[in-house]
């Protein structure tokens, strides 16, 4: 009988472990079509996440390099920059579950870390993730590639290459 208490211990306890570590794959918010009025991001992005847009507040921080950082809030979205980001926003799915855990293969210094905060409709969600393992999942990799291309969007405002250039670099 104690063994087969234990056997029914040991499957109960593999279950319960195989459970905890499965992610659900539905999504757990779908985001409509249409850009809502409550739409807003956070993003930190760069070597110690230096570089920052942040439209709650309606900031922009920019890293400097050897000279610091610069923040102003000077610099905003148009409500047409904004939808297109929202579109952007939305075709990576940000409310499904994310798998953003990299391997050990190799680590690297400096390297870039991103954190990326979205909200819609009361429902937020955020990610934080590195490329100090050298490679990114390709959830992690659709997070990248918005995250900078919102920073591409940033870049055009002239408002923003109005900023001090940065100096120096990262060793």
């Given at each position: ?98 798998y953003l855990a ?70």
């Open positions: 009988m104690r063994l087969l208490n234990s056997f029914l211990f040991c499957v109960l306890c593999s279950f319960l472990l195989i459970s905890c570590n499965t992610v659900p794959q539905e999504k757990l918010y779908s985001m409509p079509e249409e850009m809502p009025e409550s739409f807003g991001f956070h993003v930190k992005y760069g070597i110690g996440m230096k570089n920052e847009i942040n439209t709650y507040e309606g900031a922009v921080v920019k890293d400097l390099i050897a000279k610091g950082t610069h923040k102003t809030t000077d610099i905003v979205f148009t409500e047409e920059e904004m939808k297109n980001i929202y579109e952007m926003v939305r075709q990576t799915e940000p409310f499904s579950p994310k990299q391997s050990n293969s190799c680590n690297q210094t400096p390297y870039n870390e991103f954190y990326i905060e979205i909200t819609v409709e009361n429902h937020t969600t955020n990610f934080h993730f590195s490329e100090e393992y050298c490679e990114l999942t390709d959830d992690g990799k659709k997070f990248k590639s918005l995250i900078y291309k919102i920073h591409d969007l940033l870049q055009e405002k002239e408002e923003y290459k109005q900023l001090p250039q940065a100096e120096g670099g990262y060793d």
